[in-house]
């Protein structure tokens, strides 16, 4: 069992930056892909990035290239998600979440969210 407790979120300007935490208990978090996802009113929910059990390996969709980071401090069952270059259309409740890496796509752990809004 993990729990995750996502924090960070809050409300920004257009251009600015935000840096996401995910706190996870147990003693094997380094043992999981974790991911950050987000929905935004009236969207379903969509992923916007993943990193490896070890770091080394990480993926982003494409609204999130170029502009945001996930990073993991598996020492603190930390994961992280750096966003820069803020845009109005990144508005949306923000989860990290975990899986097994043998299982691509299936998340079995998630937190209860983080609201990120940003202003025009």
């Known amino acids: 069992q993990v729990q995750l407790v996502e924090s960070g979120g809050g409300l920004v300007q257009a251009g600015g930056s935000l840096r996401l935490s995910c706190a996870a208990s147990?003693?094997?978090?380094?043992?999981?892909?974790m991911g950050w996802f987000r929905q935004a009113p009236g969207k379903e929910r969509e992923f916007v990035a993943r990193?490896?059990?070890?770091?080394?390996?990480?993926a982003y969709a494409d609204p999130a290239k170029g502009r945001f980071t996930i990073s993991r401090d598996n020492a603190k069952n930390t994961v992280y998600l750096q966003m820069n270059s803020l845009k109005p259309e990144d508005t949306a409740v923000y989860y990290c979440?975990?899986?097994?890496?043998?299982?691509?796509?299936?998340?079995?752990?998630w937190g209860q969210g983080t609201q990120v809004s940003v202003s025009s």
């Open positions: 990193i490896s059990t070890i770091g080394g390996d990480t």
């Open positions: 147990g003693r094997t978090f380094s043992t999981y892909v």
């Open positions: 979440a975990a899986r097994t890496p043998g299982a691509p796509g299936k998340y079995d752990y």
